[in-house]
């Protein structure tokens, strides 16, 4: 019998500026991710799954305000923060470099004003 090999196909999403993640949601559904980490309340019109990517999203800041999730400061990414300690610091150039939440929330309300 032959096995079947499912690829993910992970997409980069930016959510905010300065901070982009990898996930394997619908590109239909990014605005509501997006809209999720920065806050945003929900849109009573969307469909579940919408809903799913907004809940995604605020979890996601939610961790990022705890410090289980970090940002990357070589590539801006959001991800784990255990994933910082399973690599070493050969592997990942300048992983002892991180970026603090609280310093980059301080600037967020003027970077995420709606013109």
Request: net charge positive.
């Amino acid at each position: 019998m032959l096995k079947t090999v499912k690829h993910d196909n992970l997409m980069v999403v930016n959510l905010t500026e300065n901070v982009s993640v990898s996930t394997k949601i619908l590109k239909e559904n990014h605005a509501a991710l997006r809209s999720g980490f920065v806050g945003c309340p929900p849109n009573p019109r969307w469909n579940a799954t919408k809903f799913c990517a907004w809940r995604t999203g605020r979890q996601w800041r939610t961790a990022l305000a705890q410090g289980t999730m970090m940002v990357r400061a070589e590539d801006c990414m959001l991800v784990q923060a255990s994933e910082k300690e399973s690599c070493s610091d050969d592997e990942l150039p300048g992983s002892s470099r991180t970026i603090n939440f609280f310093q980059v929330s301080q600037q967020l309300p003027n970077l995420l004003q709606i013109a």
